[in-house]
């Protein structure tokens, strides 16, 4: 169920919304990439089962640790499958968006920064460090992110960590202003700093308190665009944490900058 008070108070909420069909159909695309893929660059794949979690993981890790560019065009091509689109379109979650961003009309809502998070076993080269995507996303939208699992995601694989309240209180890293300035002079797409924060940026205003948020497959986190985030890191040894994000842009606010 759809609690917006909870969401208003907190800055997120983690619901099902979602069909578990329209969640396999997107897997079984990505293991099938997987499994193309393994096959043209390493070798023939002996008794593989499409929706062996641990098997995809294997073809995964030693894909990426041959060449990472093998992994770059899955997760570049993935997004333009129907699967995807399907995923992200759909309806309930579409309704579930709209209603978050309390539009009222039969607008439809603008999509971007769509993605597959595929991310290795203690690795930290793709993570961000805390941020607020309101600060380098489209000017004066208003938005919210989903994030969507495809597997069961605990804080050892790496949840979605936040600073509790930052959607209502402004908390600063230590390249905060940095970043702002960056954009503010079109440095957006261009600054290595704006591009991808280090994991290890620090929050240097008083009183942050982190929470880890974690969600199964099933489930979807929705949260503020103005809420500080960050991915928690992978510490397993052998898993991949593979989940959704997109955001949802509200298209009735005229003042934004996408038209």
């Known amino acids: 169920m759809l609690n917006l008070n909870s969401f208003k108070k907190n800055g997120y909420i983690i619901c099902k919304s979602i069909t578990p069909e329209v969640l396999n159909n997107l897997r079984l695309t990505l293991f099938d990439m997987l499994q193309t893929s393994y096959k043209k660059h390493l070798g023939v794949l002996s008794n593989f089962e499409k929706f062996s979690i641990h098997e995809v993981n294997r073809i995964f890790i030693e894909l990426e640790n041959q060449d990472h560019s093998h992994i770059t065009k899955i997760f570049d091509n993935i997004r333009n499958t129907d699967a995807f689109y ?3 379109n759909n309806e309930l979650h579409i309704d579930h968006c709209k209603k978050l961003l309390s539009v009222k009309n039969k607008s439809s809502v603008f999509l971007n920064s769509l993605s597959l998070r595929m991310d290795p076993p203690n690795s930290i080269k793709f993570s961000y460090g805390w941020h607020r995507d309101a600060d380098v996303n489209v000017d004066k939208s208003e938005f919210i992110q989903a994030w969507i699992p495809l597997v069961d995601i605990d ?13 209502v209180n402004e908390f600063k890293t230590e390249h905060t202003d940095y970043v702002k300035n960056a954009v503010k002079n079109g440095k957006k797409k261009s600054d ?3 591009y991808r924060l280090p994991h290890d940026t620090k929050i240097i205003t008083p009183g942050a308190e982190e929470l880890t948020l974690t969600a199964n497959f099933g489930e979807t986190i929705f949260f503020s665009n103005k809420l500080m985030h960050r991915s928690g890191l992978n510490h397993t040894n052998n898993k991949v944490r593979f989940a959704i994000t997109a955001f949802y842009h509200r298209s009735d606010i005229l003042e934004s900058d996408w038209f």
């Open 192 to 194: 290595p700093i704006v």
């Open 86 to 88: 399907k995923l992200v």
């Open 155 to 167: 804080e050892t694989l790496g949840g979605l960590e936040i600073i509790k309240n930052s959607h």
